[in-house]
């Protein structure tokens, strides 16, 4: 497979104010081997080292690290080193000749004794996105009668990118979709939640995508915002075509710049690390990620 080949450096650091007496932790940081995307080494490490550590492969098909403390720590600091090479994806696309909105909501909708599509797992609300009347009319402006999907999802993108300001700040790792619609700003999380909110409103199967994006663009090329930390963005099933990956902050399909870590159906299925420690007190976060091309 030929591409563009880019290495991730990713370190998360925990630093504690007292003492972390016990803790257990999740993480999703492996990237996935997909058909664009194979992953040609990957390494984690974790300071100190856990007391237990095994991992599983989750509903969506990711691998997750569990990992847990029986002694007392002050820091934890978590680093993954990846090398992926990444085919191009959208080459050939013909974005006119997707099929109707309509007729892909259609296809996706339940009727019984009909055919199960898997895809239609990612129509339905999920803890971060309320399926709303407010995102459903926001969708429609870009869905028009018998418009082809890809047509649509490609406005609404153009849209919400030009509609929201990124604002680092503004919002929290759990802040609901709904708000951030209310709100018109947030970080990649908001901006991708809210375009999945708005495609399913209209009976559309949208994924949640968490990933890394390259940071030393091609001479000639402006660098892509959120480019600094972890990324999100947003996967939109096309039955002619399979699931097409656009990125809302950058109104972009995500393409060889962009490094897939996990899938899910908004980020609470895919948060790089979280978990359950006794102690602690106040803690710091630093993040360093660095995607360059090898």
């Not at 991730?8 to 007496?21: A, F, I, M, N, Q």
């Not at 892909?104 to 971060?128: D, I, K, M, T």
């Amino acid at each position: 497979m030929s591409g563009t080949r880019l290495t991730v450096t990713h370190r998360t650091t925990y630093r504690y104010s007292t003492l972390v007496e016990t803790a257990q932790h999740l993480a999703t940081i492996t990237p996935l081997e997909l058909p664009w995307q194979r992953v040609l080494a990957h390494r984690s490490a974790i300071e100190p080292a856990p007391s237990y550590q095994t991992s599983r492969c989750d509903a969506f098909g990711n691998e997750v690290l569990y990992f847990s403390f029986d002694a007392p720590h002050s820091d934890l600091q978590m680093t993954s080193e990846t090398t992926v090479l990444l085919a191009p994806r959208y080459e050939t696309l013909d974005v006119a000749a997707a099929p109707a909105w309509e007729s892909v909501a259609h296809a996706l909708r339940y009727e019984a004794g009909g055919a199960f599509h898997p895809e239609s797992e990612f129509c339905f609300a999920s803890p971060n996105i309320a399926l709303l009347p407010s995102l459903r009319a926001y969708a429609l402006e870009s869905f028009e009668p018998d418009a082809s999907v890809l047509d649509g999802a490609i406005d609404l993108m153009h849209r919400i990118h030009a509609d929201f300001a990124y604002r680092p700040t503004a919002t929290a790792f759990d802040t609901p979709a709904a708000r951030a619609f209310e709100l018109r700003h947030g970080v990649c999380q908001d901006f991708a939640q809210v375009m999945i909110g708005c495609l399913r409103s209209i009976g559309l199967a949208a994924r949640y995508v968490s990933g890394y994006l390259r940071n030393d663009p091609p001479a000639g090329a402006p660098p892509m915002i959120g480019a600094d930390a972890s990324h999100a963005w947003v996967s939109l099933y096309v039955p002619t075509v399979g699931w097409v990956d656009l990125d809302p902050t950058n109104h972009v399909l995500a393409d060889q710049g962009h490094v897939t870590l996990a899938i899910g159906r908004d980020y609470t299925d895919v948060s790089l690390l979280r978990g359950v420690i006794l102690g602690g007190g106040a803690h710091e976060v630093d993040v360093a990620v660095r995607v360059k091309a090898e």
